[in-house]
């Protein structure tokens, strides 16, 4: 590999593993500051700070009804235990209500209360706004061209740490 390809080359990795540490170590205090600065609720503000972003995703899914952990983890790509563990917390500050049917005893359905909508509105929104200002920015400084190469980089990358 010649130096501008090898330096290239490390560049993106160097970058993907800065998104990695900063995915992990902050992306959850920033979401919780966005909706935190866009709540009324002084109530919600505090609970806020006290959710993990599984839980906002959880409230988010719920939107569309009631659903079980396995319907929920499913969608939301986590584990059943992930689910149950948000759950509790949700459940905790009465975002969400737990119930089982008369025919199936055994399931546990979960639903919104109207706190509950609230963060999630809340939520949808500052993704939103994220995806929003996202494309702007991008739009403006790139062509569809260079987006797509993007996007297939992206992708293929994403394969290949599938394999590890």
């Known amino acids: 590999m010649n130096k501008v390809n090898e330096e290239t080359i490390n560049k993106i990795r160097h970058t993907i593993e800065l998104l990695r540490v900063q995915h992990s170590n902050i992306h959850g205090s920033q979401e919780q500051r966005w909706i935190q600065e866009h709540l009324t609720d002084e109530k919600l503000k505090q609970e806020v700070l006290s959710l993990s972003i599984v839980a906002f995703h959880i409230l988010s899914v719920l939107e569309s009804g009631e659903q079980t952990g396995?319907?929920?983890?499913?969608?939301?790509?986590?584990?059943?235990?992930?689910?149950?563990?948000?759950?509790?917390?949700?459940?905790?500050?009465?975002?969400?209500?737990?119930?089982?049917?008369?025919?199936?005893?055994?399931?546990?359905?979960?639903?919104?209360t109207d706190d509950g909508k609230k963060l999630a509105k809340a939520h949808d929104q500052m993704h939103e706004t994220m995806k929003k200002e996202l494309v702007d920015k991008l739009t403006a400084k790139y062509s569809m061209d260079d987006l797509k190469i993007v996007a297939n980089f992206l992708d293929d990358l994403y394969q290949l740490e599938q394999k590890f």
């Open 70 to 112: 396995i319907e929920i983890a499913e969608k939301i790509n986590v584990t059943r235990g992930g689910v149950t563990r948000a759950a509790k917390k949700l459940l905790q500050y009465d975002l969400i209500v737990a119930t089982k049917h008369s025919d199936d005893k055994k399931k546990i359905y979960y639903s919104l």
